[in-house]
């Protein structure tokens, strides 16, 4: 069947570049997502992300994205780090240890297209990672990678949640996976338990504009509110809590990427490193680091915070 030979060239081939799992998923509207993703825009939870209300249509139809989309193929890259912070230092997220993934993952997804057009002809394929108006984690559990878990987060059960999702959208029909039905959170609550800001409210819903993360990295050009003073457990960039508290991460195995190899100034950097830290220098050590999207300016702010209130 010329639909299986070419679905297992696909993930022969994403296995080749390093992606951790690929699943497959058809093209469709993604209904249920476009009234959980409509509530969530009308409630306010994405804060001042305005970018999340643009697209609407194209981030809930992959078709009218790729004119032409068949298929959704969903790679996950495992970012789990080897080295761990100094526990005294400001705390940043693993995701942001090594270089920006979103040049890493560009990279592969360019490659993953030319291996296509290489061994099964011209497609019109596009991908994707985290910018774009697609819904990765759906597209994700669509494709049978795992379930989404009441932290949001996309969890598989072998290897936890410590993975980046990216999508190729292509006009090529596939073999499709099964989607992930089962749920293994059960009765388990750590993550809303833990969370200090209560950002993950019931039925997997998270107000993004609660988020550790949102604050220090999405804030642009604005003070973080009063109301969280005393709540950011001196985390500077992002937050792991929810996910350092999930047992399934118990499983997370470190990633043999080189490129995700975190920066020695990441891991060694006291609050004085940091302070000091003069913005021609901030610039030249984070070039590639997804540290740079808050600029040396939030990375100061972040920091003023977390000292005052941590
Ligand atoms: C905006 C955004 C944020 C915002 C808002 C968070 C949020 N939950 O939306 C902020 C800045 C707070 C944020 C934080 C983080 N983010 Co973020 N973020 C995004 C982004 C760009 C869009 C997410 C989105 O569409 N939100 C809108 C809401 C409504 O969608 P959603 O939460 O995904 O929920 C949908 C599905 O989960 C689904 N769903 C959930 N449960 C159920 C149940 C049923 C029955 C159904 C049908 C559907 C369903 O319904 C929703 C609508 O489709 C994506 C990249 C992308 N393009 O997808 C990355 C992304 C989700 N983030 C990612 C990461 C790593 C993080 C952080 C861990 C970073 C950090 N360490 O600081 C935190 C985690 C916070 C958390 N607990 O969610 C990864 C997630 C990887 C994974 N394993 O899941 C992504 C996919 C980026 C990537 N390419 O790797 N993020
Ligand atoms: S990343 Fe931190 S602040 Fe955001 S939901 Fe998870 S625990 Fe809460
Ligand atoms: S901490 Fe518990 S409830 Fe939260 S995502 Fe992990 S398993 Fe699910």
Same mark, same amino acid.
């Given at each position: 069947m010329i639909f299986s030979k070419h679905t297992d060239i696909i993930k022969d081939n994403a296995r080749k570049l390093g992606f951790d799992f690929c699943g497959i998923s058809k093209a469709q509207v993604l209904n249920e997502d476009a009234r959980r993703l409509e509530q969530w825009l009308n409630k306010g !939870? =994405?804060? &001042? !992300?305005? %970018? !999340?209300? &643009? %697209?609407f249509d194209l981030r809930i139809d992959p078709t009218k994205l790729v004119p032409g989309a068949k298929s959704v193929i969903t790679l996950l890259l495992n970012y789990f780090p080897s080295d761990k912070q @100094?526990?005294? @230092?400001p705390k940043i997220a693993k995701y942001a240890y090594g270089n920006d993934y979103h040049e890493v993952i560009r990279e592969k997804l360019k490659q993953l297209i030319q291996s296509i057009k290489e061994n099964i002809g011209e497609v019109n394929g596009r991908g994707f990672v985290d910018s774009a108006p697609v819904l990765e984690r759906s597209w994700a559990q669509k494709s049978g990678l795992g379930w989404i878990g009441k932290n949001g987060n996309l969890i598989n059960k072998q290897s936890g949640s410590f993975f980046f999702i990216a999508t190729l959208i292509t006009d090529l029909e596939l073999t499709y996976d099964n989607e992930y039905t089962k749920d293994y959170c059960g009765t388990c609550t750590k993550c809303i338990d833990a969370c200090p800001t209560d950002a993950i409210l019931p #039925? =997997?819903?998270? #107000?993004g504009s609660k988020c550790i993360s949102y604050f220090t990295i999405?804030?642009? #050009?604005?003070l973080i509110p009063d109301s969280m003073k005393g709540k950011f457990d001196n985390w500077m960039f992002g937050c792991d809590i929810c996910q350092d508290v999930c047992?399934? &991460?118990?499983?997370s195995k470190p990633t043999n990427k080189i490129a995700f190899k975190p920066l020695p100034e990441i891991l060694q950097f006291s609050k004085n490193d940091w302070e000091e830290l003069s913005e021609e220098s901030f610039k030249k050590i984070f070039a590639h680091s997804p540290i740079k999207r808050s600029k040396w300016s939030g990375i100061k702010r972040n920091l003023q915070f977390i000292k005052n209130y941590s």
């Open positions: !939870m =994405h804060g &001042n !992300m305005q %970018y !999340m209300e &643009n %697209y @100094n526990e005294e @230092n #039925d =997997h819903v998270i #107000d999405e804030l642009k #050009d604005a047992p399934w &991460n118990r499983f």
